[in-house]
């Protein structure tokens, strides 16, 4: 019997993940620069205000690090409030387990107020919470309290609620706290689908894949 779902966001409800690579571009474009091709490459370990810092340099900008941080944060938000797309089949499954009466929350790295902004946009059902690691002592490779503090809200006893991921460490995280999960098929974790597999209670190509097994619950 399944009783509610906790989805991750990015990568499982929204095609967002292949976004977070072109950021730098995407915001350089903003102040009139067009970035290196490989910039990506070249600020993959900093973080975003070392990125901030290290634009400044590089393009002479005449900003301050915070000036560039908020131009860095509203590329981000106008992308997840104006452009990001669902994933194959999220509506279609959301709007399924709204018919069946089955709880939904969302437990995601993203801050929550970007969440809400897509997931409104993008779907016609209501969300019962949106908890974000922002809100967490430990993000997913670490700890399962954001799936936790999801559970909580939605009031379910644990053996009859699901977490849906795409990542291998946050689907480990979860089985080890001792949700069922479901794997959602990500084409920037497909070096890792044979481990995914193995850890998931079930695997699909994309979310309308867990209709059929749904389907089977009266």
Not at 108 to 116: D, F, G, M, V
Not at 136 to 143: F, L, R, T
């Amino acid at each position: 019997m399944i009783s509610g779902i906790i989805f991750d966001l990015d990568g499982t409800l929204i095609d967002s993940l292949g976004f977070w690579d072109i950021v730098p571009e995407k915001y350089l474009q903003t102040v009139g620069i067009k970035a290196d091709k490989d910039l990506a490459r070249q600020i993959d370990s900093f973080s975003l205000k070392e990125s901030a810092a290290f634009f400044i340099e590089k393009f002479k900008l005449k900003l301050s690090v915070s000036q560039v941080l908020d131009g860095i944060n509203q590329t981000i938000e106008k992308f997840y409030k104006e452009e990001v797309q669902l994933k194959p089949g999220a509506k279609e499954f959301a709007v399924l387990l709204a018919e069946k009466h089955i709880k939904i929350a969302v437990a995601t790295s993203s801050p929550a107020h970007l969440a809400e902004a897509a997931l409104k946009r993008l779907l016609p059902v209501e969300f019962d919470c949106i908890v974000s690691c922002n809100d967490c002592a430990q993000g997913k490779d670490e700890s399962a309290e954001v799936y936790e503090k999801a559970l909580a809200k939605m009031e379910l006893s644990k053996e009859n609620v699901w977490v849906f991921e795409d990542a291998l460490f946050a689907l480990e995280t979860a089985k080890k706290a001792g949700f069922h999960v479901c794997a959602v098929e990500e084409a920037a974790y497909q070096h890792e689908a044979e481990k995914i597999k193995k850890v998931a209670d079930y695997y699909v190509h994309s979310l309308i894949d867990f209709s059929a097994k749904l389907g089977e619950q009266k």
